[in-house]
């Protein structure tokens, strides 16, 4: 893709002097004096993010690009969208305020459905990861209408999957990935947001080791005890670690579809 096809930058943006979070191939940058924007700066394969992002966007999965601009003094692509109070990174890493058993149910029953309307819509994510899910959170309250999915850079067409073989992040990919070049995108997300549930509903306490080559749900079940003190309370506890354990299964044949999932959510939650 051309360089000239990125827009105009409309304005000047004075950004933060160190990034806010450091990535593989970009960094996130805070925009000085304004709160609403965040920028993105990006050399390798800009515009396979902006595209998946524009693409996203336009049904409320990811955050809208406010602006863009292509520096050619340093070679580097600048972008801006929406900023988020929070990421779930931010969410399981905080000890000092433990999510809650329903708020982590919750969370994944959203964060399923933003992934489900993104598989509808033909698109693999293929970096799943709780560093690309943004939300809002005022008051202490979780925003779950406001959750969008971020970092398109190694995204792909459901149907026409490309030959891109440097994606992703190691410790969330599907261990099928490092059997074949290509295997199902679909399951491959699938297992990626079983990680993100599991480390949600133990609050970060367990890391993804720990969730990557279980061998029976008892083990995640034990795991979710120790950790949510009014877990007991829920009926639908044990189905839903049997649904967890599945989804990280490591025969991506085995792993529930999305549809099924929601279709979970919605007989158990109000």
């Known amino acids: 893709m051309n360089r000239t096809i990125c827009p105009i930058w409309k304005n000047q943006y004075?950004?933060?002097?160190?990034?806010?979070?450091?990535?593989g191939n970009s960094s996130i940058y805070k925009v000085v004096d304004n709160k609403e924007i965040i920028c993105k700066i990006s050399k390798n394969q800009p515009f396979r993010d902006i595209f998946?992002?524009?693409?996203a966007s336009q049904f409320d999965i990811?955050?809208?690009?406010?602006?863009?601009?292509y520096?050619?003094?340093?070679?580097?692509?600048?972008?801006?969208?929406?900023?988020?109070?929070?990421?779930?990174?931010?969410?399981?890493?905080?000890?000092?305020?433990?999510?809650?058993?329903?708020?982590?149910?919750?969370?994944?029953?959203?964060?399923?459905?933003?992934v489900n309307k993104m598989h509808l819509h033909y698109i693999a994510h293929r970096d799943l990861k709780p560093e690309n899910v943004v939300l809002d959170i005022k008051d202490y309250k979780y925003d779950l209408q406001?959750?969008?999915?971020?970092?398109?850079?190694?995204?792909?067409?459901?149907?026409?999957?490309?030959d891109l073989i440097q994606y992703g992040t190691n410790i969330y990919d599907p261990p099928e990935k490092q059997k074949?070049?290509?295997?199902?995108?679909?399951?491959?997300?699938?297992?990626?947001?079983?990680?993100?549930?599991?480390?949600?509903?133990?609050?970060?306490i367990y890391n993804t080791e720990c969730f990557r080559y279980l061998h029976n749900p008892s083990i995640l079940y034990e795991s979710i005890m120790s950790v949510n003190k009014d877990v007991e309370n829920h009926k639908f506890i044990k189905e839903y670690c049997n649904?967890?354990?599945?989804?990280?299964?490591?025969?991506?044949?085995?792993?529930?579809?999305?549809?099924?999932?929601?279709?979970?959510?919605?007989?158990n939650l109000l």
């Open 71 to 114: 520096n050619i003094e340093n070679d580097k692509y600048y972008y801006f969208m929406k900023r988020y109070t929070h990421d779930l990174h931010d969410v399981i890493t905080n000890q000092n305020t433990p999510i809650t058993f329903l708020q982590s149910v919750y969370l994944s029953q959203t964060l399923t459905q933003q």
């Open 52 to 55: 998946g992002l524009q693409k």
């Open 14 to 23: 004075p950004l933060s002097q160190r990034p806010y979070r450091v990535g």
């Open 62 to 69: 990811a955050p809208k690009i406010i602006d863009c601009f």
């Open 146 to 162: 406001s959750l969008r999915i971020i970092d398109f850079e190694a995204h792909c067409h459901t149907q026409y999957p490309d």
């Open 180 to 204: 074949q070049k290509q295997y199902n995108w679909i399951t491959g997300d699938i297992y990626s947001l079983g990680l993100i549930k599991c480390l949600l509903i133990t609050n970060g």
């Open 243 to 267: 649904l967890l354990f599945l989804m990280i299964h490591k025969d991506p044949i085995k792993r529930p579809s999305l549809q099924k999932l929601l279709q979970f959510y919605k007989m």
